[in-house]
């Protein structure tokens, strides 16, 4: 992991890209599929028992294709 910069304070985070599973929406068998995306993650704790989380993930989107 590395080393969190003095603007978050002593959370941690995370950054992601590649494939997150997601629902079909249209599928009649609730299909798991694949998506491509990329996406960041950081905790940041400012009291003992009180922190935010800050979560921003961009997908990109798919189109459906009908034969």
Known sequence: M???PNLIGKGKYKI???????????????????????????????EERHGMRFEATYTIPTTNVTA
Do not use: C, H
């Open 2 to 4: 590395a080393e969190v």
């Open 16 to 46: 992601s890209n590649g494939y997150t599973k997601s629902k079909a929406a249209a599928s009649d068998l609730k299909e798991k599929q694949r998506t491509p995306s990329i996406g960041f993650r950081t905790d940041m704790p400012f």
